[in-house]
């Protein structure tokens, strides 16, 4: 099992910034891929940000030049830093991790509201 303790969501206007912070601990010692993906009202879960354990990343193009991710593998941690936020941003942010043997594991999501 893997407990996750998730940070750093709120309300911020447009063009402000947030930074969410995500620890995952437990039974598993490492993460192949740890991540962001949010599920705004009526929408399905999409992809924010994958960091991957060798350091390469993946974004969405509509966060692009906007967020960046980064994480300490040692301490099994994955940061997303949330640059001219929009209200389109707007959704509960879940941090994501997958094992080497693809199991997913999620965490409990945090809020994010953008206002215009």
């Known amino acids: 099992q893997v407990q996750f303790v998730e940070s750093g969501g709120g309300l911020v206007q447009a063009g402000g910034s947030l930074r969410l912070s995500c620890a995952a601990s437990?039974?598993?010692?490492?993460?192949?891929?740890m991540g962001w993906y949010r599920q705004a009202p009526r929408n399905q879960r999409e992809v924010v940000a994958i960091i991957n354990v060798d350091g390469s990343r993946n974004y969405a193009d509509s966060v692009k030049g906007r967020f960046t991710i980064s994480r300490n593998n040692a301490k099994n941690t994955v940061d997303l830093q949330m640059n001219s936020l929009k209200p389109e941003d707007t959704a509960v942010y879940y941090c994501?991790?997958?094992?080497?043997?693809?199991?997913?594991?999620w965490g409990q999501g945090t809020q994010v509201t953008v206002s215009s």
């Open positions: 994501y991790t997958r094992t080497r043997s693809n199991n997913i594991y």
């Open positions: 437990g039974s598993v010692v490492s993460f192949n891929a």
